[in-house]
Structures are given as C-alpha cells and as structure tokens.
C-alpha cells in the first residue's frame, strides 16, 4: 500500500501517516521498521495494539472462561500450538524513530490496555512518543 502511495505523482509529496488499530499495529511496525520506509512516513498512531500474538493469546488463555474451558475439555494450553505468525511488535518498535502515538482504553476487552501501553512504552528510539490511556474506548 505504501509503495502504491509513493508511485502516484499527487500523493508522492504527501506526509503519510500510518493509522492502525489491533493487528493493524503489527502491519505498522514492520513497515516502520523497514530503514527504506523511515523517510517516508511522517507518524504513526497505534490504537489498542498489542506487543505480540503470543503476549495477546497468553492475556486471553487467563479468563475465567478460557480456563473452565481447558478444564472443561481436559487440555493443556500451550500458546505456541496456537501462534502461527508471530507479530512480534515488541522487537521491532525500540528501533523506530518515527514519532508514534499509542492511544488504548481501560475497557478493551480485545487488546487489554496493558499490552498497548508496553509496546508504547518500549518505543524509546523514536523522536516523539506519546501514550494515552482513556477510561472507555467509546
């Protein structure tokens, strides 16, 4: 998409700002990562995103439901039998400099605002990072 961006002539000039929310942010930070993008994009903002797909399983393997389920059908979670592609986030956001703003809510029930709040927190190379924590996502 971003290539598709720079080959049109009316938007090549263009500051590009990468919006993501959940799996979204993984896309994100690998197109940030990527150092021939790194004068390309503009900003980021990450809305309840997550670290890793290991990190989001694991959160969701603790409910209550989650567990009664385990029991309930007599298994053994193990998160890596459920995690195909990684979306390792959290590796890749400490060497991005692009200016980032991770926003996520209390009452998120998908991306619980922990995770959200690590990954921004773990942007330490970029020239500006802000996090907000809002009460309610609506």
């Known amino acids: 998409g971003l290539d598709f961006?720079?080959?049109h002539e009316e938007t090549r000039s263009t500051r590009i700002v990468l919006i993501d929310f959940l799996l979204g942010g993984a896309i994100c930070a690998n197109l940030l990562a990527n150092s021939s993008n790194r004068d390309r994009i503009w900003c980021a903002l990450f809305d309840g995103t997550f670290t890793s797909m290991a990190d989001l399983v694991n959160w969701h393997a603790k409910s209550r439901q989650f567990e009664y389920l385990t029991k309930w059908l007599k298994f053994e979670f193990d998160s890596s039998n459920f995690v195909q592609n990684e979306f390792d986030s959290?590796?890749?956001?400490?060497?991005?400099?692009?200016?980032?703003?991770?926003?996520?809510?209390?009452?998120?029930?998908?991306?619980?605002?922990?995770?959200?709040?690590?990954?921004?927190?773990?942007?330490?190379?970029?020239?500006?990072?802000?996090?907000?924590?809002?009460?309610?996502?609506?």
């Open 90 to 138: 959290i590796k890749k956001i400490e060497q991005i400099q692009t200016p980032m703003l991770f926003m996520c809510a209390k009452n998120d029930e998908t991306i619980p605002y922990e995770i959200s709040l690590k990954l921004g927190e773990k942007a330490i190379s970029s020239r500006r990072r802000e996090c907000e924590i809002f009460e309610s996502s609506k």
């Open 5 to 7: 961006l720079l080959q």
